[in-house]
């Protein structure tokens, strides 16, 4: 019969304990760094990033980009100011004091006056009332036609795209200032038919843009998943496709502003656009180009609102254009 040393077996015991305890502690220690690699560096355990909607992406993007934002704060500034004139600009733009006659700017006149006495700061300011109508105009109406003739056109494609396409580039190859000269003769010069003129010759860029932008969308899984549940086709083009060509249409909408504008100026100057008693920049460019050598600020004012109009009108749309790009950054 063996006797066992009762030393012994506590020694055996107590080395066992020990070493179990030394091996849950490397474990704990294994675990606990496979827990620190799972977290990114500067993430706590259990952080989510934010979600954004699609107009707080939007918001951001164009925000960053300072230049739009500079351009739509004028543009919004020189709105207010022109179509409140009647509130705040002291001078009846048609006060006529012939004695007075043509005056350099300052004091009493900031524009100075014309060859009439008007004063000239008034007339400038009740002058972008008709170009900026006219420019709105334009680029609303020309948008809704070219929006629906390219998005039926790469909708629907075949014999459908060839006869609008078609179309479209019989409209291109019309030489627009001469078009824009008969029709102005012929119909009057009122806002409407000016606008309408306009955009009648102003759309074929964006019919060719949404068309381009049509054929891509409709290929895409969520067309077909519309189409195979019963969409109507017209339910397929209004509610899943053209609000995927929105970033595109915008953009050239707001560069038909500035295109519209310097083509009333350029109307105007020749002599074709808005007649008296209406009055609008080009219009105030084409009564002072006969006093060109000695009464250079008649010219100066109403060039520097069309720049300062068309520039600014061209930055809200690189703003624009690189809001809604699809391409950008989740950020």
Request: glycine residues 10%.
């Amino acid at each position: 019969m063996s006797v066992v040393d009762p030393h012994s077996e506590r020694e055996r015991t107590m080395h066992g304990t020990t070493m179990g305890g030394q091996a849950e502690t490397a474990g704990a220690e294994v675990d606990h760094d496979i827990e620190s690699e799972s977290v990114l560096p500067g993430m706590t355990e259990g952080y989510e990033p934010p979600v954004r909607t699609q107009w707080q992406l939007f918001r951001r993007r164009f925000f960053r980009h300072k230049l739009a934002v500079v351009g739509l704060v004028v543009l919004v500034a020189l709105y207010v100011a022109v179509f409140t004139a009647d509130w705040w600009v002291p001078q009846n733009p048609r006060a006529q004091d012939v004695l007075l006659g043509t005056t350099s700017p300052g004091g009493e006149h900031w524009f100075g006056t014309d060859k009439l006495g008007r004063d000239y700061f008034a007339q400038t300011i009740y002058a972008g009332q008709i170009s900026l109508k006219i420019g709105v105009g334009v680029a609303l109406i020309s948008t809704i036609i070219g929006t629906v003739m390219g998005s039926l056109a790469g909708f629907f494609g075949r014999w459908i795209d060839q006869l609008l396409m078609r179309v479209t580039d019989l409209f291109l190859i019309v030489p627009a200032i001469a078009v824009l000269a008969i029709a102005l003769q012929k119909f009057g010069t009122s806002d409407s038919v000016i606008i309408l003129t306009l955009a009648g010759l102003f759309w074929m860029q964006i019919s060719r843009v949404v068309r381009g932008q049509v054929l891509a969308v409709k290929e895409k899984e969520f067309v077909d998943a519309a189409r195979a549940a019963g969409a109507s086709n017209f339910r397929i083009i209004t509610r899943h496709v053209l609000p995927n060509c929105i970033g595109p249409i915008v953009v050239n909408a707001t560069l038909a502003v500035a295109f519209a504008i310097v083509a009333e100026s350029t109307l105007s100057f020749l002599g074709f656009g808005v007649q008296k008693p209406q009055t609008s920049w080009g219009n105030l460019l084409f009564d002072a180009k006969g006093n060109v050598q000695f009464d250079t600020h008649l010219l100066y004012f109403p060039g520097l609102f069309i720049l300062l109009t068309v520039l600014c009108i061209n930055f809200v749309g690189d703003g624009l254009r690189d809001a809604l790009d699809p391409q950008s950054g989740r950020d």
